[in-house]
C-alpha cells in the first residue's frame, strides 16, 4: 500500500514560480513510476510531468521549459518545480504512483495562478 500526500499549492501570479511535493509511504518508492496530473473543474485528468524508476522523464507540451520533475528517493520524494506560470496552469495537481499495474493517487493541491 502506498500513500502519497501533496503540497505546496497556494496562489501565484502569473510568471511566478512554484514548487509541488509529493511524499510517499512504504518501502517501495524507488520502484514506483511517479507522476503529476492536473484537473480543472468539468475537464479530464491531465498528464503533466512523469519520472520512472531509472529518473527518465516525459513532459506533457504545455509544460515543457518551464516545469521540471525529479525525484528524492532517500527522501521518498517527488517534486514538480514550476516556472513562467500562466493563468491556464490553474488547476488541482494530483501525484500519481505506479508500481506493478496498481495506480495509487494523492488527494490533490490547488495552484492558481492570478494577478
Known amino acids: 500500500q502506498v500513500q502519497l500526500v501533496e503540497s505546496g499549492g497556494g496562489l501565484v501570479q502569473p510568471g511566478g514560480s512554484l514548487r509541488l511535493s509529493c511524499a510517499a509511504s512504504?518501502?517501495?518508492?524507488?520502484?514506483?513510476?511517479m507522476a503529476w496530473y492536473r484537473q480543472g473543474p468539468g475537464e479530464q485528468r491531465e498528464l503533466v510531468a512523469s519520472i520512472a524508476p531509472d529518473g527518465g522523464t516525459n513532459y506533457a507540451d504545455s509544460v515543457k521549459g518551464r516545469f521540471t520533475i525529479s525525484r528524492d528517493n532517500l527522501k521518498k520524494t517527488v517534486y514538480l518545480q514550476m516556472a513562467s506560470l500562466k493563468p491556464e496552469d490553474t488547476d488541482v495537481y494530483y501525484c500519481?504512483?505506479?508500481?506493478?499495474?496498481?495506480?495509487?493517487w494523492g488527494k490533490g493541491t490547488l495552484v492558481t495562478v492570478s494577478s
Open positions: 500519481n504512483a505506479a508500481y506493478s499495474g496498481i495506480n495509487y
Open positions: 512504504g518501502s517501495i518508492f524507488s520502484m514506483l513510476a
